[in-house]
């Protein structure tokens, strides 16, 4: 069985009488000097291959270090650089973020100070920050993940919530690894699936669904659902420090900029559009129909005709997965429940190793949770399954060379073989690093399971 997993490696293309097909097989991310030395010898004419290539390379330990060491800094006003934070995200950190625990997005426009562009991601729960940057030869993007590792990695029982959500995650790290984007095509933490959607050979994109006004998800003190977001954050973490900022810095959070970068970047078009000013008024007048109050108060979801068409779009796997319609994505008992828990953990009455994991504000409704990408939706039948479970990664679109394309949502062009990998696939414990579809991306009740295994065996 061990050997079957290793070589489905993303699930599985052919009938039994097909010659083998030789995929490139996912390798073991190397760490520490063999990572840099790897790297440098591939190294890029950019901005991150120029801090980790000299010399001897930086010696990083925390996200202020890695800011500095990148000259990524924020400057009073943000007229030129700044950050943006989000309350909702479809990125690799998607199932961390919320008001409470939002993601971080530095950006340094070209010719700012002088500088080449760079953006820098970051989420707590995630012991990583996204980077992405311009080659200067082709001024082709260039993307990396830069991985780093905490004393708790080694501990027992490892890292807890509180070494990962709270500030301790942002320094002290033991070390640091940074990949390029082609070491990590063969892995879910691939960002050519969601940055090069159509293939290599294809333009890749900055991504920023809403890319216009009012930026529904984004903290913005300008805009209703903005300030609720703020207002949620500033209700749990108060003025504790965040990625380099402190308390009331979050009223400057700047998607405007953002979104100006993008568009001067040739992003401007982005793939399946959350139209925000539209979505926002048909949720809010929805919302109200029936008693509620969106967006600061979410107990009543709202709805729109909108959103619900690039929702089919992201369904059917045309599209990655699309922001949620409403502004907020937490559950407003379980957003109360963990606020006082980090609380009381900021003002001493929680000790740091007995923080809850204060991700754990997504509802319980399986068709919300369907609607914020983190499960498929209750009752689809096993085609339906397949495509919203695994096409963004197994498609004909993507990198036909690696083994995830040994599994295709085309599931007639899959041998008894390859279906009964998936099927292995399919049903290993959530934990599992092998699991598919990735948690990371999307879970499966044990119905979904059922259906999509009986889907596979027809």
Not at 20 to 35: D, H, M, N
Not at 81 to 92: D, V, Y
Not at 206 to 233: K, T
Request: hydrophobic share 40%; aromatic share 6%.
């Amino acid at each position: 069985m061990a050997a079957a997993l290793a070589a489905l490696c993303g699930c599985a293309a052919g009938d039994d009488a097909a010659p083998k097909t030789a995929f490139r097989e996912p390798e073991r991310l190397r760490v520490g000097e063999a990572q840099r030395k790897a790297l440098c010898d591939r190294a890029r004419p950019d901005v991150v291959s120029d801090v980790f290539c000299a010399g001897e390379g930086p010696n990083i330990t925390s996200l202020a270090e890695l800011r500095s060491a990148l000259d990524i800094i924020t400057l009073d006003g943000m007229a030129e650089e700044g950050f943006a934070i989000t309350g909702n995200s479809t990125s690799l950190s998607a199932r961390s973020v919320s008001a409470i625990n939002p993601r971080m997005v530095y950006m340094r426009p070209p010719g700012v100070r002088g500088n080449e562009f760079i953006s820098m991601a970051f989420a707590r729960g995630e012991q990583f920050a996204e980077l992405v940057v311009r080659n200067r030869a082709t001024d082709e993007l260039t993307f990396y993940l830069a991985m780093f590792t905490q004393g708790c990695n080694d501990a027992a029982g490892g890292c807890t919530p509180g070494d990962l959500l709270t500030e301790a995650v942002e320094s002290n790290w033991e070390r640091l690894d940074l990949y390029i984007e082609d070491d990590l095509v063969n892995t879910p933490l691939d960002c050519l699936v969601c940055h090069q959607p159509d293939g290599p050979g294809t333009p890749k994109l900055l991504r920023m669904q809403e890319i216009d006004p009012p930026w529904n998800h984004w903290f913005f003190n300008l805009s209703d659902g903005g300030h609720a977001m703020i207002d949620d954050y500033l209700a749990a973490k108060g003025d504790e420090p965040f990625a380099g900022l402190v308390g009331s810095d979050v009223y400057q959070s700047n998607p405007g900029l953002l979104s100006s970068t993008l568009y001067f970047a040739g992003s401007g078009l982005q793939p399946n559009e959350f139209v925000s000013a539209v979505i926002e008024r048909e949720v809010k007048a929805s919302a109200a129909a029936r008693g509620g109050n969106q967006p600061m108060d979410n107990s009543v979801p709202g709805e729109s005709a909108t959103w619900s068409a690039i929702y089919e779009r992201a369904k059917r796997g045309e599209a990655i997965s699309v922001p949620y319609h409403d502004v907020k994505v937490t559950d407003p008992g379980k957003l109360a429940r963990m606020t006082q828990a980090y609380t009381d953990y900021r003002e001493g009455r929680l000790a740091r190793e007995e923080l809850p994991d204060i991700r754990e504000v997504y509802p319980d409704d399986p068709v919300l949770l369907a609607n914020m990408g983190f499960a498929t939706e209750p009752g689809l039948g096993g085609k339906e399954l397949v495509l919203q479970a695994c096409a963004q990664c197994h498609n004909d679109r993507l990198d036909q060379s690696v083994s995830r394309a040994r599994f295709n949502v085309d599931i007639g062009r899959l041998s008894g073989e390859q279906k009964e990998l998936a099927t292995a696939r399919i049903m290993l414990a959530a934990d599992h690093p092998g699991v598919m579809p990735p948690v990371r991306f999307r879970t499966l009740s044990d119905e979904a399971k059922a259906e999509l295994i009986d889907y596979l065996k027809r």
